[in-house]
């Protein structure tokens, strides 16, 4: 019999144990030293019998004993098994993403008996959760000045604009022209994406808002940060937006094109535009509904649905835009003051004036 260890697994230690964490089948469990050290000899399919000759007889029962145990648990897979061969597809079908990638997606994969607790339930969790542990503020503010933005008109000029004439003409734009962008341009485009949307602009007892932009649970972790350059009114740099006073805080760290486009993984046409929003999530207001992992598959989601409406409303004001993901994150995080531990990047949203 060959066997090897299993690849859809991790290791990891927790009060003083060793865990293995199965996430293909959303199971741990605690293994002994000895299981743990004589996985390190079967990295690949090897010939238990083989390894076992040159032992006592005694330890070869006390071996198998071991080895049989594991293969029983999964932790060991038989050459040419289902579930070798189950394996061996999953792998084929992520092995280029790395095993990071694949430990996200099947950690936070939902099982056919992944219980879900309905509507009425899951209010009376939080109800008693409210007791005890208060909701996170929805809007944050660093304090300090503040540069005030000009109120969003009630019908601004460009949303005269056709819905599918706008989703018809979005674009990724990467090349921007000479032009300026305003204050007040800043402005309508920071209060559509971030502020309480004036049809409903209550903020619930939990911390639920209701913005353009949908977001799991009404929790919108995104927090939106612009750096501007020769925005008259605005110092050049980047800038914390604060939705619920509709206003930009300096944080007092400009960026030079390069320095931009570095951040941005290397890609100058970033560092060109005049108008950069930096997208990041705070983990806690998700979390605090929603204390699963596959929760933060949702936040990847809401920076998606944040970017759409950013693109579809730049691009009903005649801007051209452009979304990337391809960041340097610990860059933007010294810069924008996260704690990546709370705090994690997702994507910058780039504006600027369409080319002549």
Do not use: N
């Not at 022209?177 to 485009?189: F, R, T, W």
């Amino acid at each position: 019999m060959r066997v090897k260890v299993a690849e859809h697994a991790a290791l990891f230690y927790q009060d003083g144990a060793v865990v293995w964490d199965d996430y293909l089948h959303h199971r741990q469990f605690a293994i002994s030293e000895t299981a743990e050290l004589l996985c390190r000899k079967f990295t690949r399919f090897t010939d238990v019998d083989a390894l076992l000759a040159p032992l006592t007889e005694a330890d070869q029962t006390a071996l198998r004993k071991v080895l049989d145990e594991l293969v029983e648990a999964g932790v060991l897979l038989v050459e040419g098994s289902p579930q070798h061969e189950a394996e061996r597809r999953m792998l084929a079908g992520w092995g280029a993403w790395g095993a990071a990638a694949r430990h996200f997606h099947f950690a936070s994969r939902t099982l056919g008996d992944a219980p879900y607790q309905g509507s009425d339930e899951h209010d009376a969790v939080l109800d008693a959760k409210l007791t005890r542990e208060p909701p996170p503020a929805p809007f944050r503010t660093f304090g300090g000045a503040a540069v005030p933005l000009p109120a969003l008109p009630e019908t601004p000029s460009w949303a005269s604009s056709g819905l599918l004439d706008v989703l018809l003409s979005r674009r990724t734009t990467r090349e921007f022209g000479a032009g300026a962008v305003g204050l007040g341009q800043v402005g309508e485009l920071l209060g559509v994406l971030g502020a309480p949307s004036p049809a409903r602009s209550r903020i619930g007892r939990t911390g639920t808002v209701f913005k353009t932009s949908p977001s799991g649970g009404g929790r919108h972790p995104v927090e939106i940060y612009a750096h501007v350059r020769g925005v008259e009114g605005l110092a050049d740099g980047w800038h914390h937006y604060d939705g619920l006073a509709h206003a930009l805080e300096p944080l007092d760290v400009a960026w030079s094109p390069a320095e931009m486009a570095e951040a941005a993984g290397d890609q100058e046409w970033v560092g060109r535009a005049p108008l950069v929003l930096a997208y990041t999530a705070v983990l806690e207001r998700t979390r605090w509904r929603y204390d699963t992992s596959r929760a933060y598959r949702v936040v990847q989601m809401d920076v998606g649905h944040l970017s759409q409406t950013a693109y579809l409303v730049a691009t009903a004001m005649g801007f051209g835009i452009g979304f990337t993901a391809a960041l340097r994150d610990e860059l933007v995080e010294q810069a924008l003051r996260c704690d990546a531990y709370h705090e994690a990047v997702l994507g910058m949203s780039v504006v600027g004036p369409l080319p002549q």
